[in-house]
């Protein structure tokens, strides 16, 4: 079973550019969720799909962040325009259920915002 | 206070020895309880997970949690130099809504 992977791996762009990142989840796998680790901090929530409905979307940081998951499957995170404070690892996973399911993490992408 | 507090370590202890791995919550958090392993440019893995009070085993792990001090740590007997990472205590929000700590790191030397 292939787990979640993302793409890039890292990514490197200047302030005021835009940067699309991907997630694949495991496959069957309706809940996809996005996390976020800037330097120093704790991994944070940011959304949760369930299936190409976004269940929670609290952790949000501001508008220029939007998730979508067309059909179903695979994510895509998009920052538009990139500031400073965007860098960190962004962290998708995925889960069977929606409780006491087994969360299982992509790799992460790396962003830096020069 | 934080939801989900660490002490960020390095913790590091001898080839073989028990590390004890230590995470304290807030009331804002559920009774759900996770700890994850993570090393250096790769993804967190679950190693335990956790819901009740008391303690919980498997194979050189131990999970212990202790809700009147609001209290959760991992134990790892034989500490192997492959265990060396960092471990992330996380409590649940509601549907795998995870609220993580800092983490800690770990270093087992030989």
């Known amino acids: 079973e292939a787990g979640v992977t993302q793409f890039p791996s890292h990514s490197v762009i200047e302030k005021g550019q835009t940067v699309t990142l991907r997630c694949d989840p495991i496959?069957?796998?309706?809940?996809l969720y996005w996390y976020r680790r800037v330097m120093g901090k704790e991994i944070k929530f940011l959304l949760h799909?369930?299936?190409?409905?976004?269940?929670?979307e609290s952790g949000m940081p501001n508008n220029r962040f939007l998730a979508e998951r067309t059909g179903g499957t695979y994510s895509t995170l998009k920052v538009q325009p990139a500031e400073l404070e965007d860098s960190g690892v962004y962290f998708c996973?995925?889960?069977?259920?929606?409780?006491?399911?087994?969360?299982?993490f992509g790799n992460g992408t790396r962003l830096t915002v020069t | 206070q934080k939801e989900v507090e660490q002490n960020s370590g390095p913790l590091s202890v001898p080839e073989g020895a028990i590390a004890s791995l230590n995470c304290t919550y807030s009331?804002?958090?559920?009774?759900?309880f996770f700890w994850y392993r993570q090393y250096s440019g790769k993804s967190p893995e679950l190693i335990m997970s956790?819901?009740?009070?008391g303690d919980k085993e498997d194979g050189r792990f131990t999970a212990q949690l202790n809700k009147a001090s609001q209290y959760v740590s991992l134990l790892i007997r034989d500490s192997q130099p492959s265990d060396s990472a960092t471990y992330l205590c996380a409590a649940s929000g509601g549907y795998n809504k995870l609220i993580f700590g800092a983490g800690t790191r770990l270093a087992v030397h030989p």
């Open positions: 996973a995925s889960s069977q259920d929606l409780e006491n399911s087994p969360l299982h």
């Open positions: 496959s069957g796998h309706d809940n």
């Open positions: 956790i819901y009740s009070n």
């Open positions: 009331d804002r958090v559920s009774q759900s």
């Open positions: 799909f369930v299936k190409e409905s976004k269940q929670d």
